[in-house]
């Protein structure tokens, strides 16, 4: 389709070139074709003056005999014989002469072969009486024919009256007879190679007489003409080329037509060429401006394109004080029918759960995907509340048929939060965070379910805003801190590094732990704040505690939530450059559910930070999902196996059983492993006899502020600095 569309675009500008070129080419032929005509007007005119210099000088005879026979009117053949034979030379192209007295012939010279013309009385020729009547009429040498003489052959005639000085009395006529083929020969007019000439207009008719000279066809091909002037009347010269036309052949135009072809050709090609890629290029656009709006693998429309749709419903509804519904779905348990089938069966099972939503919501309703297994439906022109719930009862229920994916029979149950413009929120932020809000408690509540926003639900969001404001008063006052907590290797049982924790010494509460305020933080972004406080914090105490002759090094809590983009990270490390320890010494600890596969922007800044030289560690190891797969495609160097196994294992042989398995697992995987919440001496016996390398708990310390530490481990001749 685009291409035919380039293909006619080309072929279009070729066609108009090759016209224009045509036109141009025709111009310049009827440039020649006016040159060549000048040519033959120069030409024409030099025998124009050659036709009537002879002609003139055939009519001197006659015009000298009548002044003679004018002035002694009688005449006897002696004396026209000497007359006439002294003006006729052989230079002319006269035949005879003859003179006719009351207009009957009497005298003719040469007399011979021109007898039958004697006695002639030009009265009873009708022909040629007319044309001595024009004669006497003009008065002057009326040149007449070519006619039949009646002693045979042709000839022009001229004739003219004679009148006699004396008395004035019309005294007859005198006849001069022209060869006239010999003549206009003379003339140059016959068998000339480039041209072909002719006379017409007999009897001085100009343009519109007989032909004298030359092939009618002649006057059909638009000859330049010439009037050729005669004592009364004239002719017309007309020349034409032998060749017939005037202009050359478009063909004799060969190089223009070529050089002018190819030009317009590779003027076609460079159209074609361009059209054809603007037009890849538009595809290319278009294709990308559905990527931008579209979600790839279930084509819902993604975050971005349906945020802006929820903001154009926001607008119109303000304006028509209408209602409308968002629903926020989460599907539940997805994460482990996405590990225990894998990520294809995970793909697989999200359309099939896309086009089921899809396929209960009405038409002017709009389904996004938020990524991972969040969907959202915005219901528009609600009439009441409760429509919302009726469409959430519609997806919920349309979820629910088993789905088969790889010969597998899965169930899946989503829980739906509902909020609705305007009761819940205004803006599409207000509506998307209570929305979400509500799904979480659909999911606390019990899967399965749907949830409105509610009033309890807006103070956990009011009490969430106000901690976030309190966190990021407490930062600018200075009301966070950190505290560190020993780690112990197993074997020598000595300090090897700390974990930073983050305290808050609150003004009216007192010290805080971050269970009072890492969540919020995690919930509102305050995160962000926080963590390049503690990491900063974290890192000038390092530098203190090196000084007091401790040469640990450091374990820092990182949140999935602090892991954005790019230039967090590069802050991060900055921070770490700026201390001048080196980044071997620091351990990032984070969460197993930062290694689930739908995380790729934050697998990359893993990547980084390790290829960077920060070493990473999987936190609270053993509560999540994590398999082995996950773990072997990152570069984690350490696992902290959770602190709940560890205070089991006294009691529990289960608890033993897997604290064991995930050692050997770790050792497998070549990991650095870490026991959480080591209280006693028979813990801590028990786990490095299991090969965990390092230990941490209260038996070997708890989380201290900097100055304990110091004073607890710093050698005396150090302590104070
Ligand atoms: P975590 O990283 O697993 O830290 C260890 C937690 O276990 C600490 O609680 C510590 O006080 C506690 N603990 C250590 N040894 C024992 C023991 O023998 N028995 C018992 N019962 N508990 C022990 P804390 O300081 O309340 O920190 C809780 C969690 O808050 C941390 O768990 C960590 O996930 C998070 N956290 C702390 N500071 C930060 C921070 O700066 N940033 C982030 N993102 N999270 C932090
Ligand atoms: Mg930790
Ligand atoms: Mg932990």
């Known amino acids: 389709m685009r291409l035919g569309l380039s293909i006619l675009a080309a072929l279009a500008v070729l066609l108009f070139g090759q016209l224009l070129l045509a036109l141009i080419i025709h111009g310049e032929q009827q440039r020649d074709a006016d040159l060549y005509r000048s040519a033959a007007l120069q030409e024409l005119a030099a025998r124009r003056a050659r036709v ?13 005999l009548r002044a003679e026979i004018a002035l002694s009117p009688s005449i006897d053949p002696r004396r026209f014989e000497r007359l006439v034979s002294e003006l006729l030379t052989a230079d002319l192209h006269t035949r005879h002469i003859a003179a006719a007295p009351d207009l009957v012939i009497r005298h003719v010279y040469p007399r011979a072969g021109n007898e039958e013309a004697l006695g002639l009385d030009y009265r009873s020729n009708a022909e040629q009486f007319e044309s001595i009547q024009a004669a006497i009429e003009a008065e002057d040498i009326v040149i007449n024919g070519p006619v039949d003489l009646v002693q045979g052959g042709r000839a022009l005639i001229g004739r003219v009256p004679v009148y006699e000085r004396e008395s004035d009395r019309f005294w007859g006529v005198i006849s001069v007879v022209i060869d006239h083929e010999r003549l206009f020969r003379d003339a140059g007019l016959i068998g000339t190679g480039q041209w ?53 052949p478009l063909m004799s135009y060969g190089w223009r037509w070529a050089a002018g072809s190819a030009l317009n050709l590779a003027l076609a090609v460079l159209i074609f060429g361009l059209l054809a890629s603007r037009l890849r290029l538009q595809g290319a656009l278009a294709t990308i401006s559905r990527q931008a709006r579209f979600d790839s693998l279930t084509e819902l429309p993604n975050r971005e394109f349906f945020m802006y749709q929820l903001e154009e419903a926001v607008h119109a509804a303000r304006r028509d004080r209408g209602s409308f519904a968002l629903l926020f779905i989460d599907l539940d348990h997805f994460k482990e029918i996405n590990d225990s089938l894998g990520h294809e069966a995970g793909d697989e099972l999200l359309r099939v759960v896309s086009g089921r939503i899809r396929g209960m919501i009405r038409g002017n309703d709009l389904v996004g995907r938020f990524g991972g297994d969040e969907f959202v439906v915005l219901v528009r022109e609600l009439s009441a509340p409760v429509d919302a719930e009726i469409v959430a009862t519609k997806v919920l229920n349309a979820l629910h048929p088993a789905v088969s994916i790889k010969g597998h029979d899965v169930t899946i149950e989503g829980s ?4 609705v413009y305007p009761d819940d929120g205004q803006t599409p932020g207000d509506l998307l965070k209570h929305a979400d809000l509500a799904m979480y408690a659909a999911k606390s509540a019990g899967r399965g379910t749907s949830y409105f926003f ?36 197993s074997a020598s049982r000595k300090v090897v590094g700390v974990e930073a924790l983050a305290r808050w010494r609150h003004p009216e509460r007192g010290l805080l732990g971050p269970a009072h305020f890492i969540p919020v933080a995690e919930h509102t972004g305050a995160i962000r704040g ?20 401790l040469d640990l090094n450091l374990s820092i809590n990182r949140s999935s939530r602090e892991f954005n983009d790019r230039r967090t990270v590069m802050r991060w490390l900055d ?11 620091f351990t990032f600890e ?17 990547r980084r930070l390790n290829a960077e030289g920060i070493g990473l560690s999987i936190d609270d190891f053993g509560q999540g999902y994590s398999s082995v797969n996950y773990l072997k495609k990152f570069p984690v160097r350490q696992l902290k196996i959770d602190r709940v196994f560890v205070s089991d294992m006294e009691d529990s042989p289960e608890a033993r059983a897997l604290v064991e398995a995930l050692v050997k697992m770790a050792q497998a995987l070549h990991l650095e492993v870490v026991a959480e919440g080591v209280e006693s001496e028979a813990q801590a016996d028990r786990l490095a006899a ?8 209260f038996h070997f310390g708890r989380p201290m502020a900097l100055e304990q530490l110091i004073e607890r481990l710093a050698p005396r001749s150090v302590r104070r600095e």
């Not at 901690?467 to 907590?485: A, S, T």
Request: some cysteine.
């Open 52 to 64: 009537e210099g002879l002609l003139n000088a055939n009519l001197i005879s006659v015009r000298t």
């Open 416 to 419: 739906v939060g509902i909020a």
């Open 454 to 489: 509610n009033d309890s639900l807006r103070r956990q969001a009011e009490s969430h805003l106000a901690v976030h404001n309190e966190i990021k008063r407490g930062l600018v006052e200075g009301q966070f801190c950190v505290f560190y907590q020993p780690l112990v290797d």
């Open 196 to 248: 072909r000439f002719g006379i017409r207009g007999a009897d001085g008719s100009g343009t519109d007489g007989e032909i004298i000279v030359g092939e009618a066809s002649l006057w059909g091909l638009d000859p330049v003409t010439v009037p050729v002037e005669l004592p009364v009347g004239s002719w017309s010269l007309a020349a034409a080329p032998a060749g017939g036309a005037w202009e050359r």
């Open 590 to 606: 984070i969460t197993e559910s930062v290694l689930m596969p739908d995380r790729a922007r934050q697998h990359r800044l893993l």
């Open 530 to 549: 926080l963590g390049d406080f503690v990491l900063q914090r974290a890192c000038e105490d390092l530098v203190r505690m090196r000084r007091s002759g």
């Open 575 to 585: 921070i770490i450059d700026q201390c001048g320890i080196a980044r071997e010494h």
């Open 690 to 697: 299991l090969g965990c390398q390092l230990l941490q708990g």
